[in-house]
């Protein structure tokens, strides 16, 4: 599955910028989180404009997309998907004329943008799976379950398997061949956790499937939480 560092290092963090997140991701603004997180408006002014900073080429991005959909009048999304934008194709987003039926189309739009790709993790899923079938170790991997963007397997107690699993599923979840979302400097990319006696125990697995580096980093973890 895909790691979160965050998560595993600043918990308490993570569980308060989630929200914020989330709904900045989502079109949200200044006054969504004073009203949502309780945030003062001089606190949300500033956090909103540190989130467009380090999500300038997101911003630019939606903006595109958004603006494209009133030429077009529909959006495409992962996989070639089109979702029609009515509104917008009458619309000129932008100005103070601009319609507020016109700017929540464009909203639920963006969204609709930003979810599609969660598909890649069905890709990456389906793709990983198709190696496993086409191996030796079609009794010895399941797929369990998926979120968007992390995939649950259940494996078993080989190294053998462990390699396989994690040097194949971690570089399906690195595809990254849809024209859309190829950048220079923004890659996907995803590590392997074991979960030794719950998720609270995750062992980090490097990418790689040297049997032996896989082995002695299991082996540290086991120690760690025996």
């Known amino acids: 599955m895909q790691i979160d560092y965050f998560k595993r290092t600043y918990p308490k963090d993570r569980n308060i910028s989630k929200p914020v997140t989330f709904a900045l991701q989502y079109f949200g603004s200044e006054r969504t989180l004073v009203t949502n997180s309780g945030f003062s408006l001089e606190e949300a002014t500033s956090i909103v404009q540190n989130y467009k900073k ?43 004329k601009t319609l507020r039926e016109a700017e929540a189309e464009a ?32 009794h010895s991997i399941f797929m369990v379950a998926q979120i968007h963007d992390a995939a649950y397997v259940l494996m078993r107690d080989n190294i053998n398997v462990v390699a396989f699993a994690n040097y194949h599923l971690t570089r399906e979840m690195s595809w990254q061949e849809l024209p859309e979302i190829q ?36 082996k540290d973890g086991v120690k760690k939480y025996s």
């Open 183 to 218: 950048h220079p400097d923004v890659k996907l990319g995803a590590e392997l956790d074991l979960f030794y006696n719950g998720w609270h125990q995750p062992i980090t697995l490097p990418n790689t499937d040297n049997k032996e580096e896989l082995l002695n980093i299991i």
């Open 107 to 138: 909203r639920s739009v963006g969204n609709a943008m930003f979810q599609s790709y969660g598909l890649l993790n069905n890709r990456a899923s389906n793709a990983f799976m198709q190696r496993v079938w086409q191996s030796e170790y079609k």
């Open 54 to 96: 380090l999500y300038a080429e997101s911003e630019v991005y939606k903006k595109i997309r958004q603006t494209q959909c009133c030429v077009d009048g529909f959006a495409t999304v992962a996989f070639g998907l089109r979702i029609r934008t009515p509104v917008l194709a009458k619309s000129i987003l932008g100005n103070s």
